[in-house]
């Protein structure tokens, strides 16, 4: 690996090290960022971490030192992780883009190329994935610092749905397997990335259940207006309770209506693969991707709107149907 050694000489040749990652940071980019910024401390680097929002830290460390102000002159090199495109860079865009001296280390295969010097594998199961291999170049010790195992080990049960997704690879167990053997956390944090309901989604899923309507391999829910007052809950974003109607034996799609004003419905839909969610959402003003879309806005009544798209759905399935 040609580059990574490039990676490695900019790297000692610097002494001030500004890290980014992308915005809305995910396990990854978390564990990206940190276990880059201990891996650095110890070779006697003055490192910072700029980052415009803390989601969580997923049960592995504290935060500490997060700067907020970026002032290009106090840094020699900066270093963007696990960013695929320089929006995602959020309020450092132009501070990354500007600098010249920069690297960026990434694994997803749709990216624009933003660093000066990139290192990309597109069969790296995350960004921590890469890390691994560049501290051993860079002669890191991780035995030494619990943090940074930790923090890799993050990176991969996050980008790979806990060794679920089709980017795990043997390699990506090999470095789990040497990560474990160092003592990583690594029951404290899966539980971590454990999807945490809050009282209220809870509220709005009791909703849901009440109010399940399978016709066929269509399975419909809706939250109207009065649910709200009867179980004293607030709205939440669809998106966040749709996944829990979906994997259903036998329903091909999955259609959650919520009603946002008096005859003003708001509509998410799911599909599973051999389905074609958007063609329904285009049909009705909406839109999405194959497997997820949303329509806004629809006018009647709950029970009118699902009488609609059901027969919408009934009448073009030779559209919707992706396999015949
Ligand atoms: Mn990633």
Known sequence: MEKLSE???????????????????????????????????????????????????????????????FDKNKFDLVIALDVAN?????????????????ICIDHHLARQKIGNVEFVANDAASTTE??????????????????????????????????????????????????????????????????????????????????????????????????????KCKSVSTNELIGFLTNVDKINIVIVLIEKEKNIINASLRSSEFFDASFIAKAFGGGGHKLAAGIQNLTGSVKQVKDKIYYFIKENINNIKLVK
């Open 130 to 231: 890469i890390l691994f291999d560049l501290f051993n170049k860079l002669e890191i010790n991780i035995d030494i610092d619990k943090k940074i195992v930790n923090c890799i080990y993050l990176g991969i049960v996050g980008d790979t749905g806990r060794f679920m997704y089709n980017n795990t690879t043997s390699k990506t167990f090999k470095i789990a397997h040497i990560l474990t053997e160092k003592g990583a956390d690594v029951h404290k944090i899966n539980l971590s990335l454990s999807k945490k309901l809050t009282k209220n989604m809870l509220k709005n899923l009791r909703i849901l259940y009440n109010n399940i309507d399978i016709k066929d391999d269509i399975l419909f829910s809706t939250i109207r207006l009065k649910d709200y007052k009867k179980y």
């Open 7 to 69: 990676i490695v000489n900019l790297i000692k040749n610097a002494k001030n090290i500004a890290l980014f990652t992308h915005i809305k940071p995910d396990p990854d980019a978390i564990g990206s960022v940190w276990s880059m910024y201990f891996a650095l401390k110890q070779i006697k680097k003055n490192v910072n971490v700029f980052m415009e929002e803390t989601i969580s830290d997923f049960g592995v460390l504290q935060y500490e030192n997060i700067q907020h102000e």
């Open 86 to 102: 320089s929006i995602l860079l959020g309020k450092y865009e132009k501070d990354f883009l500007n600098f010249s001296n920069s």
